[in-house]
Every structure is written in C-alpha cells, then in structure tokens.
C-alpha cells in the first residue's frame, strides 16, 4: 500500500470512530446482541456462546481501526519530514 493510500485511509478510519452514528450503531448492535443473549435459556448453549463471542469481538473492531488511524498518523508525520528534506 502506498503512503498517500494509508494517510487516507487514516483519516477515513479516524473519521468513522468519531462518529456519531458509528458509536450509536455500535452501542445499539451491542445491547441488541446482550439482549438476546438474555433471552436465551441456560439449554442454548451455542447461541449463548456465539452472543458472548460477538460482544467480545466489538472491542476488536474498535482497535483495528484504531490501529489504522495511528498508521496513518505516522505515516503522514513520516511524509512530512521527507518532505522537509527534500
């Protein structure tokens, strides 16, 4: 991937977890999920556990973006230094 491509994608990812409607999506999909884990009796097991996995699994999604965000944040600091020298 090209710098120009990961300062993009950077600002994409950075833009999506600010907002608004990302962290109401995300909020909103992880009570639905609790909530029908709730529903479930003790006998569904597997549903019970694939519920669990996929709440476990939201803070992932967060970070991964995160980690394109801080990748894109040095490679545009990256970009302006070679800049400032060439």
Do not use: C
């Not at 600010?18 to 569904?44: G, H, M, Q």
């Amino acid at each position: 991937m090209d710098k120009q491509t990961e300062i993009n994608e950077g600002r994409e990812a950075e833009s999506i977890l600010e907002s608004d409607v990302f962290k109401k999506a995300f909020i909103n999909y992880k009570n639905e999920l609790i909530k029908e884990w709730e529903s479930t009796s003790r006998k569904e097991l597997e549903i019970r556990e694939n519920l669990f996995r996929a709440v476990q699994s939201l803070p992932e999604i967060e970070r991964h973006l995160r980690i394109i965000v801080e990748k894109g944040k040095l490679t545009s600091k990256e970009f302006n230094i070679l800049k400032k020298v060439s």
